[in-house]
């Protein structure tokens, strides 16, 4: 299978699985290749799936009732062009939908305060149009529309005005996001900031902290382009700060949400500072929204935290060499693994099936039977089923270095140099893939692995000599 042959199958399913038109898809991917941009497989699979999901809130936005048969009919014909993939004709009927709001009037404080909420929803409307396309310049288009459109509504709805504003910011994250410019992360901060500073923490604590949690994730996503971890220092301190006044009551998915993502920094921190506090700190904290949420009512998003903890424990376990918190981190990986469909997340299984390998090669370290390393090698190599070097090479390499060491880590239990040599040469080949796809920050870490491999070598030929001596 070429590679366009595999993006035009991820298309159709990514189509299928969210009862979306192949049109609409295609139109998204016709934007971005007239942009100039080369898709990227991975990268267009969580784009375009977003997107889905985008196409099904407006669908949900066309198909809301009016009194108005003329708001009607223009609603039918653009949520016809929504499922032709013809943005234009949309744009156009809802920009008719809005004059008629409007009705010629140009002071919005005479306007009736109806009147006015349905213009600003259907300039909203626009804006949920315009980030169809998947390009920088569509994402700033719709940040505006949204800022007029909160701006429209105004004093007639405060709290849907200030909904709008928020959606404005993450329209201008997602140039950061979907297209790696650190200024789309940038502007959308400055505009979160100036959000901000027009609240009361007490007063206005719901509005207050769905700003801190979109900063929080504004300053986690810059930190990832720029690769400064104070950024995600900054983000942590967003959803402490929020979590201070939200009391879950008054907003339980704000208040979850809020745990997960600090949660999810903690233990990035925790795992590449070898901090333990932090450590604890989100399992503590993923424990807390755990124990209250019903894995029913958002299951995918409960295994999320499932996963979290496990790779917290993780993390922990192996730091500590606690082998009950390594069972504990295995036993959770597991859980979520089995609950997964392989067919409709294959990247998202392999994860689950190299964090495996992980917790089995730091408790083979534990072990002096070397089924548990086997058992490790055994899991990356699951994990390679589905994470190819030809469509994405750098969690291919991570895998075939995680299988390399565990092997290298085998060789010198079973005193076997011919494993070793072969377990050497694997993640040297890994480190080289990284660096050829333009990881050059994650070649280096995979670096370390080899300087490691070579050490246990270099050790084994020592043994050797000594022995015949």
């Known amino acids: 299978m070429t590679a366009q042959d595999d993006i035009s199958a991820m298309i159709a399913r990514i189509a299928q699985r969210h009862d979306v038109p192949l049109p609409v898809l ?6 971005l290749v007239k942009s100039g941009s080369t898709p990227n497989r991975a990268r267009l ?3 375009l799936t977003r997107k889905a999901r985008e196409v099904q809130a407006l669908r949900r936005r066309l198909s809301r009732p009016s009194n108005d048969a003329t708001v009607t009919e223009r609603r039918s014909i653009a949520a016809r062009a929504l499922e032709a993939g013809q943005f234009g004709d949309i744009e156009r009927a809802l920009a008719q939908i809005e004059l008629r709001f409007f009705g010629g009037m140009t002071d919005l404080g005479a306007m009736p305060k109806e009147q006015r909420i349905a213009a600003g929803e259907t300039r909203a409307d626009r804006a949920a149009t315009a980030m169809l396309e998947l390009t920088p310049t569509a994402c700033r288009e719709a940040a505006q529309r949204y800022a007029e459109a909160a701006a429209i509504i105004g004093s007639a709805d405060i709290a849907r005005s200030r909904e709008l504003a928020l959606v404005q910011g993450n329209a201008l994250a997602r140039v950061g996001e979907d297209f790696a410019d650190p200024a789309g992360y940038e502007t959308a901060i400055a505009h979160y900031r100036s959000l901000l500073a027009g609240l009361d923490n007490f007063e206005d604590t719901l509005a207050w902290a769905a700003v801190q949690e979109r900063l929080g994730l504004a300053l986690a996503g810059l930190s990832a382009l720029t690769g400064d971890a104070a950024l995600l220092d900054e983000a942590a301190a967003c959803y402490l ?15 979850r949400a809020l745990k997960v993502r600090f949660a999810r920094i903690a233990v990035s921190l925790g795992e590449s500072r070898e901090d333990e506090t932090l450590l604890e700190d989100a399992i503590a904290a993923l424990a807390t929204a755990l124990a209250v949420w019903d894995r029913k009512s958002d299951e995918a998003r409960w295994l999320e935290a499932e996963q979290l903890t496990a ?6 376990g192996s730091h500590r060499k606690d082998l009950a918190l390594l069972e504990r981190a295995f036993n959770g990986f597991n859980r979520v693994a089995q609950a997964l469909d392989r067919a409709r997340e294959p990247l998202r299984w392999a994860e689950l099936q190299d964090q495996m390998g992980g917790v089995l090669a730091a408790m083979g370290e534990r ?10 090698i055994a899991a990356f190599g699951f994990a390679l089923e589905e994470r190819h070097r030809e469509t994405n ?9 995680n299988q390399g060491l565990a092997s290298m880590k085998l060789a010198a239990r079973l005193k076997d140099p011919a494993l070793a040599q072969q377990a050497f040469m694997q993640i040297a080949t890994a480190v080289e893939a990284m660096r ?3 990881h050059g920050a994650d070649a280096a870490t995979l670096q370390k692995k080899l300087v490691v491999a070579g050490g246990v070598i270099e050790a084994m030929a020592m043994a050797k ?5």
């Open 26 to 31: 295609l139109a998204i991917v016709a934007s």
């Open 45 to 47: 699979e969580q784009q």
């Open 241 to 255: 700060a929020a979590l201070d006044d939200l009391k879950r009551e008054q907003a339980p998915a704000l208040w």
């Open 311 to 316: 790779r917290a424990r993780a993390a922990l």
């Open 367 to 376: 072990y002096s039977e070397p089924v548990v390393l086997e058992e490790a």
């Open 393 to 401: 090479p750098r969690l291919w390499a991570e895998s075939s270095a």
């Open 436 to 438: 050829e796809a333009g």
């Open 465 to 469: 000599v000594k022995t015949k001596a």
